[in-house]
């Protein structure tokens, strides 16, 4: 069974550019969620997608936008980058609810440097 | 707004000890929390997850304890090994397909 995956694994742009990561989720999972991680901290959630709908959102801007696709791989987009966007950006992907709890397994995340 | 307080935010244990991580919650809805153990350059792993219906959980080396009336609940490491050394994120969601809320994290280093 393959887990999550990501890519690129690491990324370097420059401010006010704009960055697509991609995300492919475990298989017979149908969420994808999304979270930024910046150095020594937790990850934070950006977003969420269920049936390629977006599923709940945490304090991000609007410049933070995704997508998710039928085969529930995702993306998400990011404009006009700046300084701070710096970190680690995790997706992790959840089976049908077991339970009914939201359990995430995470890919290896995407390290984006913005210069 | 820190809905999950962890600490310490740094642990160093020898080998053999118990270590133990503590977190505790703001939001009562809260219904489902599970530990995650994240080594350097890798997402965070799914280690353990409790439920606030039970008050311990235990697989392996690795247990829950869990009180809901003081709404905090702690990860102990026992017979802790340098492979253990890694950092331990708790955290917290509702039920059904919600956020998951997680703590500033934990690095513990086990030392021989």
């Known amino acids: 069974e393959t887990g999550v995956t990501q890519s690129p694994t690491h990324l370097i742009k420059t401010r006010g550019q704009q960055v697509t990561l991609r995300c492919s989720s475990q298989s017979g999972h149908n969420t994808v969620s999304w979270y930024q991680q910046a150095l020594g901290q937790g990850p934070q959630f950006i977003f969420q997608?269920?049936?390629?709908?977006?599923?709940g959102r945490g304090n991000f801007p609007p410049r933070f936008s995704g997508l998710q696709f039928p085969n529930y791989s995702s993306e998400l987009n990011v404009n006009a980058l700046e300084l701070d966007d710096s970190a680690l950006y995790l997706c992790?992907?959840?089976?049908?609810?077991?339970?009914?709890?939201?359990?995430?397994?995470f890919g290896p995340g995407t390290r984006l440097t913005v210069l | 707004q820190q809905q999950v307080k962890q600490s310490p935010q740094s642990l160093i244990v020898q080998k053999g000890g118990i270590s133990i991580i503590n977190c505790a919650y703001e939001?009562?809805?809260?219904?489902?929390f599970p530990w995650y153990q994240q080594f350097p350059g890798k997402g965070p792993a799914l280690l353990i997850a409790i439920r606030p219906d039970v008050s311990e959980k235990k697989e392996g080396r690795f247990t829950i304890s869990f009180n809901k009336s003081a709404k905090q609940f702690s990860l102990h490491i026992m017979d802790s090994q340098p492979g253990d050394s890694a950092t331990y994120f708790c955290a917290a969601s509702k039920g059904g397909y919600q956020k998951v809320t997680f703590g500033i994290g934990t690095k513990l280093q086990v030392i021989p």
């Open positions: 997608y269920y049936r390629e709908e977006e599923n």
């Open positions: 939001n009562t809805a809260f219904d489902y």
């Open positions: 992790a992907s959840s089976p049908p609810l077991a339970g009914g709890f939201n359990e995430q397994f």
